[in-house]
């Protein structure tokens, strides 16, 4: 079994910055892809950033020049950088690790950290 926590959520300006976290722990295999998602109200959940085990990356058009995603593998913790903050971004952004170790991939989500940018 996987948990996830993140951490950094809050309430920031238009333009402002957040720094979200992510730690994972429990059964934890090498080949893994992590990633961010958001959701606002009323809309579906959306892809923000992933990152693989070797550091391959891909963002959401929207996000791209503006966040950054990271991770630490001796930590177990997977970071997103957020600046230039637009109202749009505001949302309960969710920490998602895909377990590839497995015949069949299992998703594992964090409980989800609010994200408020004010105009």
């Known amino acids: 079994q996987v948990q996830l926590v993140e951490s950094g959520g809050g309430l920031v300006q238009a333009g402002g910055s957040l720094r979200l976290s992510c730690a994972a722990s429990g059964s934890i295999f090498s080949r893994n892809a992590m990633g961010w998602y958001r959701q606002a109200p009323g809309k579906q959940r959306d892809m923000v950033a992933i990152i693989s085990s070797g550091g391959s990356t891909n963002y959401a058009d929207s996000v791209k020049g503006r966040f950054t995603i990271s991770r630490d593998n001796a930590k177990r913790t997977v970071y997103l950088q957020m600046n230039s903050l637009k109202p749009e971004d505001t949302a309960v952004y969710y920490c998602?690790?895909?377990?590839?170790?497995?015949?069949?991939?299992?998703?594992?989500w964090g409980q989800g950290t609010q994200v408020t940018v004010s105009s």
């Open positions: 998602k690790l895909k377990d590839l170790s497995r015949v069949a991939p299992i998703d594992y």
